[in-house]
């Protein structure tokens, strides 16, 4: 069981190198100039580069910083990110949680701590504000997450992933809510603090959020502990709404066109104003959700 978790680790981890290089690759063509291609063959091997790089740099840190935490921050989020791919069932005899999604929400929830320790624990006002900043979306946009997911449980009478892929054996869920689909696509990016919401790195007024005063090590951890999250959400996405057996081309190719959709959001799409964002948590999403999530529960009585 631990060395084929070291061996997802590993392959997560790889993941996150090539999708950093696409996005690039992808940005640049999008803005009409060629992205990274001078390390390796198209420059396939710049993201391995650009590793050794940020963990040679010197090890810097803040004179007034509450140290431990400030250390231990992004090495946590790290580790939240890599333990949420055990819920996916990759029927290989890896892992298989009865309380999947349960689980998944739980670590979903973990995810604010290390942002909010390292923005306090840096000791710099531009860092917590983005620290507060982030906590308040990720909080306000796992409600409407939530409830999406507990429509699906109605609707599939069961907290394990594998019940995803076997009701949607014949048609996608994605045709049937498509609405939810879209609230469950905007409040991922929400929730990853990515493009047009990205206010916990707003670079305009906090200069680099929540991560400004982390170099080297620290911040590659960050920086991974976010791609992996996208990676993650990209699956759970999948999963959802596209159906389909995890060890599968069909669900990796799925995979990563979600993944395309977030790197094409922030390649179009300009920031939003920050109370526009609570405004299309609490009086947009929140509704919708738990409108589908009553709809469903009638459903089931109904059916029954």
């Not at 996916?88 to 942002?115: D, K, Q």
């Not at 498509?178 to 469950?184: A, D, K, N, R, Y």
């Not at 526009?276 to 929140?286: G, R």
Request: aromatic letters at 20%; hydrophobic letters at 55%.
């Amino acid at each position: 069981m631990v060395f084929s978790y070291l061996m997802l680790v590993v392959c997560v981890l790889v993941g996150v190198a090539f999708i950093t290089l696409l996005e690039r690759k992808i940005l640049g063509y999008i803005q009409i100039r060629k992205g990274p291609n001078k390390v390796g063959v198209l420059g396939l091997f710049q993201p391995f580069s650009d590793a050794v790089k940020l963990f040679a740099k010197e090890q810097t840190f803040p004179a007034v910083s509450n140290f431990l935490p400030y250390y231990l921050s992004p090495v946590f989020g790290l580790f939240v990110s890599l333990v949420l791919w055990m819920v996916i069932p990759y029927e290989l005899g890896f892992f298989n949680f009865e309380m999947g999604v349960l689980f998944f929400l739980c670590c979903l929830s973990l995810g604010v701590y290390p942002l909010m320790g390292a923005g306090w624990a840096s000791n710099c006002k531009y860092s917590l504000l983005g620290s507060l900043r982030g906590v308040a979306q990720t909080i306000s946009y796992e409600v409407s997450l939530a409830l999406i997911l507990l429509s699906y449980i109605f609707l599939i009478s069961g907290y394990n992933f594998i019940g995803f892929g076997v009701y949607q054996e014949y048609v996608w869920f994605f045709w049937l809510t498509f609405p939810l689909s879209m609230i469950w696509l905007s409040s991922c990016l929400a929730e990853m603090n990515r493009t047009p919401f990205d206010f916990a790195e707003g670079e305009s007024e906090l200069v680099s959020g929540f991560n400004t005063e982390y170099s080297s090590g620290g911040f590659v951890l960050i920086f991974m502990s976010e791609y992996a999250s996208i990676l993650f959400m990209s699956g759970v996405s999948t999963l959802l709404f596209w159906g389909g057996v995890v060890v599968s081309f069909s669900f990796c190719f799925k995979l990563v066109v979600i993944s395309l959709v977030f790197i094409w959001v922030r390649g179009t799409l300009p920031r939003f104003r920050y109370d526009k964002l609570m405004y299309l948590a609490w009086k947009s999403f929140l509704p919708v959700s738990l409108n589908y999530l009553i709809f469903f529960m009638g459903l089931k009585v109904f059916m029954y």
